[in-house]
């Protein structure tokens, strides 16, 4: 079984600071791994994938993540970020079994302030 | 073109009640994933159903339950309503499948159930 590991649950961060989101993932095949971004009160948003190829994935917003099979990780990263970032952030694994099941982190939330 | 909507936003209910929910998928996507997200939780995987059919489930006991519809539409039906079912239900769409599955969902906004 899959499983995914988000070691902060916040990350407090000052405006214009860049920020790394750590995402930690267990899987005994290859995956695809995805950081969806959720703000208050709002379903939940993609940022980026990794299927293959480059390591170094660049999604929406400034945001890009890094796959390192070897430490099983897919850190997220943002080199300065804005209030307006402020949100709750998900690693989610996915198999590709055959059927689009995503196994989700618990969530670091990302506070941004002046 | 039009996202995934679900429907109501809130709703509050009492314990032993049932509730449905109800989701329309992304145009162009036949398969809809529906997800618990309690509070201060990851989104936790309940079905998904894909040619009107469940087709995957994950820990929920059978008092949830769904449907899809032939315009690939969706319901989620939870009977005896607990207060722990108190969530934000999440439907999410996804593509037809190709020769490689993604796994990428497509989310809506969601319905924030209390149940007192």
């Known amino acids: 079984a899959q499983s995914v590991t988000q070691l902060d649950s916040q990350v407090p961060v000052f405006e214009e600071a860049p920020v790394e989101l750590r995402c930690n993932y267990s899987s005994s095949v290859s995956v695809y791994l995805f950081w969806y971004v959720q703000y208050p009160n709002q379903g939940l948003q993609l940022l980026l994938k990794y299927l293959s190829g480059s390591t170094l994935v660049k999604g929406i917003n400034g945001f890009e993540a890094e796959f390192n099979k070897s430490q099983t990780s897919f850190h997220l990263r943002k080199p300065s970020v804005h209030i307006s970032d402020t949100a709750e952030y998900f690693c989610a694994v996915s198999e590709g079994s055959g059927y689009s099941t995503l196994t989700f982190g618990k969530g670091t939330m990302l506070l941004v302030s002046p | 073109e039009t996202g995934v909507t679900q429907s109501p936003t809130h709703l509050i209910k009492t314990r032993g009640q049932q509730v449905t929910l109800r989701c329309s998928s992304q145009?162009?996507?036949?398969?809809v994933s529906w997800y618990q997200q309690a509070l201060g939780q990851g989104p936790q995987f309940i079905f998904q159903y894909y040619r009107e059919e469940e087709n995957g489930r994950g820990n929920f006991p059978p008092r949830f339950s769904g449907l899809q519809f032939p315009n690939y539409s969706s319901e989620l039906n939870v009977n005896a309503l607990e207060l722990d079912d108190s969530a934000l239900y999440l439907c999410?769409?996804?593509?037809?499948?190709?020769?490689?599955?993604?796994?990428?969902?497509?989310f809506g906004e969601g319905s924030r159930l209390t149940v007192l």
């Open positions: 999410a769409s996804s593509p037809p499948r190709a020769g490689s599955n993604t796994g990428e969902l497509f």
């Open positions: 145009s162009g996507h036949n398969t």
